[in-house]
């Protein structure tokens, strides 16, 4: 299971650099991000390296940050991989809430990064099928 890095930010010129500046002074890497805005504030969906050193130095220059686990799966990079993910998901009953896309900079294999309800009980429905969970 991963730790996800949600960052609720103020919508304005230089937030996202203002964050990705105390992750690099802080040597964290991002392994991966997705972005969602409104016309005021944005919520920042981060898989980093040090989960809670990023929060820690993030929530110290006034950011509201939480932790959350989210369900990291290695997939081939091919025409309907994602589609039989999603439907072991659906055959089994379970609800994504949001995904996005990572790397395995080992393998180079794609990541797919998502948040689903009751997590632990979703990676061992997952690895029972046969997914590479990482």
Known sequence: MLKQLSIYAENKKGNLKRITSILEQE??????????????YGIIRMVVSDPDQAKTAL??????????????????????????LLT?????????NYIYLSFNRESGMPILI??????AIVENCLASKGFQLV
Not at 59 to 84: H, K, P, W, Y
Not at 114 to 119: D, G, I
């Open 27 to 40: 040597g964290i890497n991002i392994l991966g991000s997705v972005t969602n805005d409104s016309a005021e």
């Open 114 to 119: 998502f948040h689903s309800e009751e997590a």
């Open 59 to 84: 929530e110290q220059d006034g950011f509201l940050c939480r932790l959350t686990d989210v369900i990291g799966v290695e997939m081939a990079d091919e025409v309907g991989s994602l589609n039989n």
């Open 88 to 96: 072991a998901l659906f055959e089994s009953n379970i609800n994504v």
